[in-house]
């Protein structure tokens, strides 16, 4: 059974910073782009991060560019998202998701999500 488990949300103050983490397991974790998005209340959702594979090649979207920072761990089956500097508008919840390919994973068509957890950044 695929599970990806999200932790580490929360409400917080403006500047204040947060690191949500990923579980996953099921499947052949070393083999899979893994990936964070967010949706906020009557919004789409939006690409965040992703990291491939080897975790040697990391992409984020330009307004989270220098603030977030994804990182994973092959050997816990983990992956991890540490967002800084946060402002109101990174309030979402955040979903991890998984995907062999980053291209389909930039199309909302991943093969995992997560359930998704809630962040919420009050001004």
């Known amino acids: 059974q695929v599970q990806l488990v999200e932790s580490g949300g929360g409400l917080l103050q403006v500047v204040d910073s947060l690191r949500l983490s990923c579980a996953a397991s099921?499947?052949?974790?070393?083999?899979?782009?893994m990936g964070w998005f967010r949706q906020a209340p009557g919004k789409e959702r939006e690409f965040v991060a992703a990291?491939?594979?080897?975790?040697?090649?990391?992409y984020y979207a330009d307004s989270v560019k220098g603030r977030f920072t994804i990182s994973r761990d092959n050997a816990k089956n983990t992956v991890a998202l540490q967002l800084n500097s946060l402002k109101p508008e990174d309030s979402a919840v955040y979903y991890c998701?998984?995907?062999?390919?980053?291209?389909?994973?930039?199309?909302?068509?991943?093969?995992?999500w997560g359930q998704g957890t809630q962040v919420t950044v009050a001004s």
């Open positions: 990291i491939n594979w080897s975790g040697d090649t990391t």
């Open positions: 998701t998984a995907d062999k390919s980053l291209a389909t994973m930039r199309t909302l068509s991943s093969r995992y």
């Open positions: 099921g499947f052949a974790f070393g083999l899979y782009v």
